[in-house]
């Protein structure tokens, strides 16, 4: 019912920037959240930053003051603008919608994230 696919991974230096991108599709439920979540090898998944259609947003405190996640005017597309980027950023990153009131709960299928020097 609900398509997202996430764009804008791939490799960069340590404090370098990548900007992704997560565009939603279908019969979208609104009110809803938008969030990104990341999960390295043998970590569980962990939310990165989240962003309610209303405005109101949620950041890890390990990438707050790097990191800035924004949705557009039609609240379809949300990106993660990624900053000052280190090596423990490293992960595979997933879009997420999170219906207010209804379900179920919607995912991407990830994007690659590596920071190497």
């Known amino acids: 019912q609900v398509q997202l696919v996430e764009s804008g991974g791939g490799s960069v230096q340590p404090g370098g920037s990548l900007r992704l991108s997560c565009a939603a599709s279908?019969?979208?439920?609104?009110?809803?959240?938008m969030a990104w979540y990341r999960q390295a090898p043998g970590k569980e998944r962990e939310l990165v930053a989240a962003m309610a259609s209303g405005g109101n947003t949620n950041y890890a405190g390990s990438v707050k003051g790097r990191f800035t996640i924004s949705r557009d005017n039609t609240k379809t597309t949300v990106h993660l603008q990624m900053n000052s980027l280190k090596p423990e950023d490293t992960a595979v990153y997933y879009c997420n919608l999170r219906p207010f009131y209804s379900s179920p709960i919607y995912w991407g299928q990830g994007t690659q994230v590596t920071v190497s020097s």
């Open positions: 279908g019969s979208i439920p609104s009110p809803n959240s």
